[in-house]
Structures are given as C-alpha cells and as structure tokens.
Nanobody, 124 residues
Framework: QVQLVESGGGLVQAGGSLSLACAAS????????MGWFRQAPGKEREFVAA????????NYADSVKGRFTISRDNSKNMVYLQMNSLKPEDTAVYYC?????????????????WGQGTQVTVSS
C-alpha cells in the first residue's frame, strides 16, 4: 500500500506560478513511477505529467510542455509539479498517483494509488 498526500494548491492569477508537492508513505517509493493528473468540473480526468522511478524519464501532456516540470526526491519520498505561466484552463483538482512500474506513462487506469487531490484555480 502507498498513501499519497498532495499539497500546494491555491488561487493564482493567469501568468503566475504554483508548486505542488506529493508526499508518499508506505512501500518503497523508488519502486513507483509517479504521475500528476487533473480533473476540471464536468470533464474527464486527464494526464498532466509523469516521472519514472529514477527521474531519468519524464512524460508531459502537450498542453503543459514547456510550462510544467515534474521532479522527484526519492530520499524524501516526494514528487513535485512546478507550474509556470498558468492559464485559466489549468484550473482543476490535481491528483498525484503511483504505479509500480519503471517508466512514466499517461494511462490513468493503470495507476494503483491516488491522493485526495488539491485544488488549483487560475483567474483571468
């Protein structure tokens, strides 16, 4: 079992930045690829970014490439999402997820563990 807790959401103006964090506990964190997903009201959950076990591999949705950066610190059992140049369409609840696999991927159905989510609101 892995427990995930997100933090760092909030309200920001368009063009601003936010940094999300996800704290993991339970099984060995370094066994898991980690992902960030988001869900806006009335919309499907969508992939944002993912990072492999050792940070060598990352994967981003086209909509956030060049603006968001995913990173992890296996010594602290943490994964981060730095979000820059935020847009109103980035408004959503952001979820951290873990999958016991080597490579980062965007298939949310395969992620085994999920956090409760943190709200990000970008005003225009």
């Amino acid at each position: 079992q892995v427990q995930l807790v997100e933090s760092g959401g909030g309200l920001v103006q368009a063009g601003g930045s936010l940094s999300l964090a996800c704290a993991a506990s339970g099984r060995t964190f370094s066994l898991y690829a980690m992902g960030w997903f988001r869900q806006a009201p009335g919309k499907e959950r969508e992939f944002v970014a993912a990072i492999g076990r050792s940070s060598r591999s990352t994967n981003y949705a086209d909509s956030v490439k060049g603006r968001f950066t995913i990173s992890r610190d296996n010594s602290k059992n943490m994964v981060y999402l730095q979000m820059n140049s935020l847009k109103p369409e980035d408004t959503a609840v952001y979820y951290c997820a873990a999958d016991e696999t080597l490579y980062p991927h965007n298939r949310y159905q395969q992620y085994d563990y999920w956090g409760q989510g943190t709200q990000v609101t970008v005003s225009s």
